[in-house]
């Protein structure tokens, strides 16, 4: 599965993006997916998953702010973001978790990434 993400920029204190990740050469129908971000000199970090079967989860500092779906037919994941912050300032990263039925583990997807910079 290659992962392309889109829709990053740069919005004030208390705006909104939306983000989404486009699968290619696969489907992500079976995957559990996820979006994770990365701000300069931090570890990347959870933002929100959702599984096959459409339960999500997301970190504590996006809840109520975020929101995570998934539109199989189009292949495609989107991330809501609202009441955006500074400290959500990252580069956000497309997640897709296959099941190796072989090896009895997952595989993870990474897409390129996409940066969101909000200003205060």
């Known amino acids: 599965v290659q992962l392309q993400a889109s829709g990053g920029g740069l919005v004030q204190l208390g705006g909104s993006l939306r983000l989404s990740c486009t699968a290619h050469?696969?489907?992500?129908?079976?995957?559990?997916m996820g979006w994770y971000r990365q701000a300069p000199g931090k570890q990347r970090e959870l933002v929100a998953t959702i599984t096959k079967d459409g339960s999500t989860n997301y970190a504590d500092s996006v809840k109520g702010r975020f929101t995570i779906s998934r539109d199989n037919a189009k292949n495609m994941v989107y991330l809501q973001m609202n009441s955006l912050k500074p400290e959500d300032t990252a580069v956000y990263y497309c997640n897709a978790k296959s099941w190796q039925e072989l090896v009895g583990s997952y595989f993870d997807y990474w897409g390129q990434g996409t940066q969101v910079t909000v200003s205060s």
């Open positions: 050469a696969g489907t992500i129908s079976r995957n559990n």
